[in-house]
């Protein structure tokens, strides 16, 4: 079995492939994050965000954030035609756990496609079937139903709801906690 940091995995889908960002990408990606809607329901600090060129972003998103073992940031594309059209990321890795957590952001334009819907379902299948993963979580706005709707179809269960937290905003962000484990094990103290 892989640990999560010995690549950057090169994933699969019907209709979505994640992988590595690459130089190419950077003015898409540019365009993604000033778009006010896609970052509506997301922490302001999130990596892609950090430096102000983005040809730097890409480079460091790998130099920084994947050899410091903080994160893995993959590009989503559109299988047909590889156009990009949002980000993931493995984050939050607790190795005595076996535990990850998980995000995406996809670009208000490729909304409604089910991409990031299926990028989840695809992130799971690696976590559980490539990697010692044991248990995934993820966290979303209260607000952010589009979200909650494809954790829930990823077999997610929500543990907490109505949380504050720091999402970089002026006052605290309200947000719902998931948890989903391999094999969809269900522990009473999730319920």
């Not at 829930?152 to 906690?177: C, H, Q, R, S, Y």
Request: include cysteine; charged fraction near 35%; hydrophobic fraction near 35%.
């Amino acid at each position: 079995m892989k640990k999560i940091f010995d690549e950057i995995p090169y994933i699969t889908g019907s209709t979505v492939i994640l992988k590595k960002l690459e130089p190419s990408d950077a003015e898409a990606l540019d365009v993604m994050r000033h778009s006010r809607k896609t970052y509506k329901y997301l922490p302001t600090f999130l990596f892609e965000n950090k430096y102000e060129d983005i040809d730097y972003t890409i480079k460091m998103i790998y130099d920084e954030c994947f050899k410091n073992k903080e994160s893995v940031i993959m590009g989503v594309y559109a299988k047909e035609d590889m156009r990009f059209c949002g980000l993931t990321e493995f984050y939050g890795w607790d190795d005595d756990q076996q535990k990850i957590s998980v995000g995406g952001r996809i670009y208000e334009k490729e909304w409604g496609n089910g991409f990031g819907s299926e990028a989840l379902e695809i992130m799971l299948d690696y976590l559980f079937h490539e990697t010692d993963i044991e248990v995934v979580t993820a966290s979303s706005m209260v607000e952010n139903d589009p979200s909650a709707a494809a954790l829930i179809k990823n077999g997610f269960i929500m543990t907490e709801t109505d949380v504050e937290e720091d999402w970089g905003f002026a006052e605290k962000t309200l947000e719902k906690k998931w948890v989903r484990y391999k094999d969809n094990q269900v522990f009473e103290k999730d319920i």
